[in-house]
């Protein structure tokens, strides 16, 4: 069987549920507004043998105030949940979510973060798995999973600031919608604006019409047009609280260019320093 690292398709993913090897699947799907409504939802129905993975509890760190909305897990304590959520090494993953995979992505690069590469979104999340039905949530086993060296780097903030003070070469991308990066409609961060020199990249663009992701091809023409002559590699995705970029990262991925960094305090870290420069204009 093919191992899926990017995006896996309704039908691939009803092939594996019916045929084997049994993939994790995990449910992410979120709302930043009401924190509970995910999980509620999930309870109501979700795919065959998903199990809940909340954006807060499982998806991110405690918070201290200083290090934005969404910080990084601890490695240990997220591997440790997905072994008692029945992940084996080695095993197929598949994450999705009712969002168009803002939430799904960032456990994607969780994940690969890890060090666990077979992981993959599915493409158009639940709306596109609605006509295969919904079914019972299922008690898991546990697994054996175990954390591996991290595939993908954060970059460190410190990096970041003294790239913007000195035009270092790091290229970073915002992956917010237009208004919040331009200071408009900010209503959950310190501070409106974005990171000096940032461009801006929203993530729902990586999205087609009908809600799938767009070709490899359209992708890497897009990032590529945003990048100029950067290498994907020298680039830094981030947006409010480092969730949505993880849509980015995936979208660089699909379209074949890999080595991105993360920069997982995003702007909710960046805006709660006073001293940190900011920029509203486009």
């Given at each position: 069987?093919?191992?899926?690292?990017?995006?896996?398709?309704?039908?691939?993913?009803?092939?594996?549920?019916?045929?084997?090897?049994?993939?994790?699947?995990?449910?992410?799907?979120?709302?930043?507004?009401?924190?509970?409504?995910?999980?509620?939802?999930?309870?109501?129905?979700?795919?065959?043998?998903?199990?809940y993975l909340h954006l807060g509890r499982?998806?991110?760190?405690?918070?201290?105030?200083?290090?934005?909305?969404?910080?990084?897990?601890?490695?240990?304590?997220?591997?440790?949940?997905?072994?008692?959520?029945?992940?084996?090494?080695?095993?197929?993953?598949?994450?999705y979510d009712a969002q168009g995979g803002m939430f799904a992505a960032r456990a994607w690069w969780l994940l690969r973060w890890l060090g666990?590469?077979?992981?993959?979104?599915?493409?158009?999340?639940?709306?596109?798995?609605?006509?295969?039905?919904?079914?019972?949530?299922?008690?898991?086993t546990p697994g054996d999973f175990v954390s591996a060296e991290a595939l993908v780097a954060s970059i460190d903030r410190v990096a970041l600031l003294e790239s913007v003070r000195h035009q270092g070469p790091w290229v970073i991308v915002d992956a917010r919608a237009a208004d919040r990066f331009r200071g408009?409609?900010?209503?959950?961060?310190?501070?409106?604006?974005?990171?000096?020199?940032?461009?801006?990249?929203?993530?729902?663009?990586?999205?087609?019409?009908?809600?799938?992701?767009?070709?490899?091809?359209?992708?890497?023409?897009?990032?590529?047009?945003?990048?100029?002559?950067?290498?994907?590699r020298q680039s830094v995705q981030q947006c409010g609280s480092g969730v949505t970029a993880c849509h980015n990262l995936l979208a660089l991925e699909i379209a074949g260019m890999r080595g991105a960094s993360l920069y997982p305090g995003s702007w909710s870290e960046w805006s709660s320093d006073p001293d940190a420069p900011i920029e509203t204009a486009l």
């Open positions: 069987m093919p191992t899926y690292s990017t995006l896996i398709n309704r039908h691939a993913l009803e092939a594996l549920l019916r045929e084997g090897p049994a993939p994790a699947v995990f449910d992410c799907s979120f709302d930043l507004a009401d924190p509970e409504k995910g999980e509620i939802a999930y309870a109501q129905g979700h795919l065959p043998s998903a199990q499982d998806l991110s760190g405690p918070k201290t105030g200083h290090n934005g909305r969404h910080p990084l897990p601890d490695r240990e304590v997220l591997a440790a949940r997905l072994r008692e959520l029945g992940l084996q090494r080695g095993q197929q993953v598949v994450v666990h590469s077979a992981v993959a979104v599915l493409d158009g999340g639940l709306p596109a798995w609605q006509a295969a039905g919904l079914a019972l949530p299922s008690t898991p408009e409609n900010e209503t959950l961060d310190a501070r409106g604006g974005h990171i000096p020199g940032a461009r801006n990249r929203f993530f729902r663009g990586n999205l087609a019409e009908d809600g799938l992701f767009k070709p490899a091809a359209v992708l890497r023409d897009e990032f590529k047009a945003l990048l100029g002559d950067t290498d994907a």
